[in-house]
């Protein structure tokens, strides 16, 4: 299927590792013109480098999303190098989850800088530029306990639960100027988180992925690939999917007892 992407300019938050990493492979794949940053200079240059010697038309720009000037200059440099903005993935982030009586403020607030402060400011920094383009989309990456919070999943499980509140919300206000607002959930998924904790430990990440899936309950019995929430989100930002705004989608095998 043609997703219709070809030339579109989509920006990419946390797009130098993982899941990100991935998710602009596959953009470049389908012809959109992807920016991405990553607060590690060399892990965004080496997504570049990579997807320049295929011919894609790839920007990479480290920032830090939690500061407002690095944000804008991630903007400025998208929008000053192809002169529109399409769509936007909202999916820097890192796990950050435990007992609640040892997480402080500090723990606290630095979850809700990453996770949805810096959400907020991008986007509404990029609503101009979606308005101009005549709509566009917006995806956030998410997590499953936004839904279904358990035992030891704050903060994370309250800074996505506010995440996918801005989703729906967003989605009806901003559904007249035709820009899009979903949100895609993860469970145990495959990312560069995992692949570093591997090898921390000194095993091979393909063990730690095995015994993850076989022992966490998925229904699918097995981890995510971060090339299936690669199709996802890009069939998400698609002019395919022109119909779909609102939403929160679970990509997590099953495993969430919350639809």
């Known amino acids: ?15 130098s590792d993982g899941l990100g990493a991935a998710l602009v492979r596959r953009l470049a794949a ?15 240059g080496r997504v570049v480098k990579e997807l320049g010697e295929t011919g894609a ?8 999303v939690t500061r407002q000037e690095d944000l804008e200059r991630f903007l400025s440099a998208a929008e000053g190098r192809w002169g529109r903005i399409d769509a936007i993935v909202n ?26 402060h810096a959400s907020v400011r991008l986007i509404r920094l990029a609503l101009p530029h979606l308005r101009a383009a005549g709509g566009g989309s917006v995806v956030n990456t998410l997590a499953v306990s936004a839904k279904a919070p358990g035992a030891g999943s704050t903060p994370t499980s309250v800074s996505r639960a506010a995440g996918l509140a801005l989703t729906k919300a967003l989605s009806k206000e901003l559904g ?37 899936g076989s022992g966490s309950g998925i229904p699918l019995g097995r981890v995510g690939k971060a090339t299936e929430f690669a ?29």
């Open 1 to 15: 299927m043609d997703l219709e992407l070809k030339d579109k300019v989509v920006l990419v938050t946390g797009g």
């Open 30 to 44: 389908e012809g959109a013109r992807v920016a991405l940053c990553g607060r590690d200079p060399e892990r965004v």
């Open 57 to 64: 038309d790839v920007l990479g720009v480290p920032a830090d």
């Open 91 to 116: 999916n820097a982030g890192r796990s950050a989850a435990g007992a609640f009586e040892q997480q402080d403020e500090t723990v606290w607030e630095e979850d809700l800088q990453l996770k949805l």
């Open 176 to 212: 007249a100027d035709n820009i899009r607002v979903n949100a895609v959930l993860i469970g145990l998924v495959e990312s560069g988180q995992w692949v570093r904790m591997a090898e921390a430990g000194g095993r091979s990440v393909d063990e730690l992925y095995a015994t993850l």
């Open 231 to 259: 199709d996802l989100v890009a069939f998400l930002l698609s002019p395919r999917a022109a119909y779909i705004s609102g939403t929160g989608i679970n990509f997590d095998g099953g495993m969430s007892p919350v639809v």
